[in-house]
């Protein structure tokens, strides 16, 4: 699997697949979650809802993976995964790398050649951008030789966050 690094908007990747950085509950919110919902359109709404009266009543819990349709987006699925909130006082990172290796897997069983993944966790979650790329890229890097899939994306919301995972990446 090629690992890429890519500035910009997830919603505009054209890709098999998309990785939502969703909140529990599955049903929109802010950051990546309600860009993904707003450009997707009604249609992951639906599916979303349609999961929370069937299998994940409770919510989706954190580090796992759910997929649904992409609507209105140039993708063919959404994975979906609540990334862990960001503690000094708890190691969570293990939740976090459940989130990336969980997402893969959905996308390995949906069939999808290739995927782009937010920066999980790492915006309103307070996760440290350095320490988010690392984890994503520990996952991506130990999948790589393994994987059906043939791309990964790490999509990078504004330039400053692009520079340092590109900088994190070559260390």
């Known amino acids: 699997m090629e690992i890429v ?7 505009a990747e054209r890709v098999d697949a998309l990785v939502n950085a969703a909140n529990s509950s599955l049903l929109g919110g802010g950051g990546v979650d309600g860009a993904i919902h707003r450009r997707g359109g ?14 994940y009543g409770r919510g989706l819990p954190t580090g796992q993976a759910v997929a649904t349709t992409a609507g209105d987006l140039p993708a063919r699925w959404v994975i979906h995964t609540v ?3 960001w503690s000094d006082d708890e190691d969570r990172s293990a939740l976090l ?8 897997l959905v996308a390995e069983e949906l069939g999808a050649a290739s995927v782009a ?9 307070g996760w440290p951008v350095e320490d988010a790329v690392r984890q994503a890229l520990a996952v991506l890097r130990e999948r790589a030789a ?16 692009f520079a ?8």
Not at 42 to 55: F, G, T
Not at 146 to 161: I, K, M, Q, S
């Open 164 to 171: 340092t995972a590109s900088r994190v990446a070559a260390a």
């Open 97 to 104: 790398r459940d989130c990336y290796r969980n997402s893969l």
């Open 83 to 85: 990334g862990p909130v």
């Open 146 to 161: 393994t994987t059906p899939v043939n791309e990964a994306r790490l999509v990078l919301f504004g330039l400053d966050t």
């Open 117 to 125: 993944f937010p920066l999980i966790s790492a915006g309103v979650y």
């Open 42 to 55: 009604p249609a992951i709404l639906a599916e979303c809802r349609a999961l929370r009266a069937s299998r």
């Open 5 to 11: 690094l890519v500035e910009g908007d997830i919603t």
